[in-house]
């Protein structure tokens, strides 16, 4: 099993920067790729961006390619999601999920979850 756990999401105001972090645990987490999605009241989940399991192979939504940054820190088990330029229609409650070796933008490719973090910017 692996588990994850996003943190670092809040309330800012537009233009302001957060990052959220996801810790992944319980496997070997250098075999996983690491997806970040969102999800706006009455909407559907959508992908943000992705993080292949190994080398520097980054995928983004062209919603936020320019202002969001995936990266990842082995040593920590931790992928990171820097926001900058945040938009309200950012505003969301914002999952990391886990998949094997290859990064995908698709939800149902990825077989773990975490629990979620809102990010809700005003404007």
């Known amino acids: 099993q692996v588990q994850l756990v996003e943190s670092g999401g809040g309330l800012v105001q537009t233009g302001d920067t957060l990052r959220l972090s996801c810790v992944v645990s319980?496997?070997?987490?250098?075999?996983?790729?690491v997806g970040w999605f969102r999800q706006a009241p009455r909407k559907e989940r959508e992908f943000v961006a992705a993080?292949?399991?190994?080398?520097?192979?980054?995928y983004y939504a062209d919603s936020v390619k320019g202002r969001f940054s995936i990266s990842r820190d082995n040593a920590k088990n931790t992928v990171y999601l820097q926001m900058n330029s945040l938009k309200p229609e950012d505003t969301a409650v914002y999952y990391c999920?886990?998949?094997?070796?290859?990064?995908?933008?698709?939800?149902?490719?990825?077989?773990?979850w975490g629990q979620g973090t809102q990010v809700t910017v005003s404007s």
């Open positions: 999920a886990a998949r094997l070796f290859l990064a995908s933008m698709t939800s149902d490719d990825y077989n773990y």
């Open positions: 319980g496997r070997t987490y250098s075999n996983y790729a």
């Open positions: 993080h292949a399991f190994s080398g520097p192979n980054e």
